[in-house]
C-alpha cells in the first residue's frame, strides 16, 4: 500500500431515492444507494486525499436527462467529504453545438466540473453515435470550457475508439479501464496492439482501473492481469498512466484494497521508480483534473 496518500480517480455514488438509475434496476449489488459514507468505509487503510466523481449512467432521454440534477447531489456529499474535489458529468455531446448553453451553465454554477462523459459502449449503435459529426463536435466543443472528454467502450469497441480519437487532435482525452480489454477472453494480443497505436496520440492518457472485472469475476489472479498492466505501461508509461478504483463497480471482482494491493507488486515487478510510481497514484490525476493539490 502506498505510503503517501493517493488520488481516487473514479468514485460513483448514487442514490435511487433521488435520482433514477434504469441500468441497476434488478442487480442486488447495485440497486440501491451507495453513498460517500460507504466509500469511506470500504476504503480501509487507503490514505485517500482526493476523489473525482465519475457520472452513473442516470436516465437520459432524446430531449433532456438528470445531467444537473446529479451534479448536485454530488455537490451535497461533497459537504460531508471535501475531498471529492472534481466532478465529471454526462452531457449529451451528441446534440453538438446546440449542447453549449449546458455547458455554460454547469461551468458557471458547478466550478468543480472538470471534463465530461457521455458513455457509448451502451448505445444501440455506438459507431453511429461516437462517430457522428455532432457527437464529434461536441466533444471538441470542450475545449472552449478547458475541459476533457472520458472515453468509456469496451474491447470490442476499440476500432471505433482508434477513428474517434484521429478527429479529436486538441482536446484532453482519458480513456477509462483501459477500455476494458477481453482479458476473460484472451485478447492479450489486440490489448497490445490498441494502447500501442492509441498512445500515438499525446493528447490522450489512460485510466488504469477494472481490470478485474473484465478477467473472471470469481477466479481472476494477479497473473492473469499483469500483462495487460504491464502492456499499458510500456506504451503510455508512467506520465499518462492514472489509478483509479471505480468503487463500487470494482466489488464485482475485487475490494479498492486488493486492487492497489495488486498494483502494488506490479509496479514494484516492473522496476517503477518512488517518483513514477507516485506520478501514476498521484500527481498525474491532479495534473490531469486540475485539482490544484
Known amino acids: 500500500m502506498p505510503d503517501f496518500p493517493i488520488i481516487d480517480t473514479h468514485l460513483h455514488i448514487w442514490d435511487q431515492n433521488r435520482l433514477t438509475y434504469s441500468a441497476f434496476a434488478g442487480s442486488p449489488l447495485f440497486n440501491h444507494p451507495y453513498q460517500i459514507e460507504d ?81 457509448v459502449e451502451f448505445d444501440k449503435d455506438p459507431r453511429a453515435l461516437t462517430l457522428s459529426d455532432d457527437f464529434i463536435a461536441g466533444v471538441n466543443l470542450l475545449g472552449k470550457f478547458g475541459w476533457h472528454f472520458e472515453i468509456n467502450v469496451n474491447h470490442t469497441q476499440m476500432d471505433i475508439v482508434r477513428e474517434f480519437v484521429e478527429r479529436v487532435p486538441e482536446v484532453p482525452l482519458i480513456l477509462d479501464h483501459c477500455g476494458k480489454p477481453g482479458i476473460k477472453e484472451g485478447a492479450l494480443a489486440q490489448y497490445r496492439d490498441d494502447v500501442a497505436f492509441l498512445s500515438k496520440r499525446k493528447n490522450l492518457w489512460i485510466k ?62 516492473l522496476g517503477l521508480s518512488k517518483a513514477e510510481i507516485r506520478a501514476i497514484y498521484r500527481d498525474n490525476a491532479n495534473s490531469f483534473y486540475r485539482l490544484g493539490l
Request: charged fraction near 30%; aromatic fraction near 10%; glycine fraction near 6%.
Open 208 to 269: 488504469l482501473s477494472d481490470l478485474p472485472v473484465e478477467a473472471d469475476l470469481k477466479t481472476w489472479t494477479e497473473a492473469d492481469l499483469r500483462p495487460y498492466i504491464a502492456a499499458t505501461l510500456d506504451t503510455f508509461g508512467p506520465a499518462r498512466t492514472i489509478y483509479a478504483g471505480d468503487y463500487p463497480i470494482c466489488l464485482q471482482a475485487t475490494t479498492l484494497t486488493r486492487w492497489v494491493d495488486v498494483l502494488d507488486r506490479a509496479f514494484a515487478d
Open 39 to 119: 466509500y469511506q468505509r470500504d476504503c480501509g487503510d487507503l490514505q485517500i486525499e482526493a476523489m473525482v466523481f465519475l457520472e452513473c449512467y442516470a436516465d437520459f432521454w432524446a430531449d433532456g436527462g438528470q445531467y444537473i440534477e446529479e451534479i448536485k447531489f454530488v455537490e451535497e456529499s461533497a459537504k460531508r467529504d471535501p475531498r471529492i474535489r472534481g466532478i465529471v458529468p454526462m452531457a449529451p455531446l451528441e446534440w453538438g453545438a446546440k449542447v453549449e448553453p449546458m455547458l455554460r451553465q454547469m461551468q458557471e454554477n458547478h466550478p468543480t466540473v472538470k471534463g465530461i462523459r457521455r458513455i
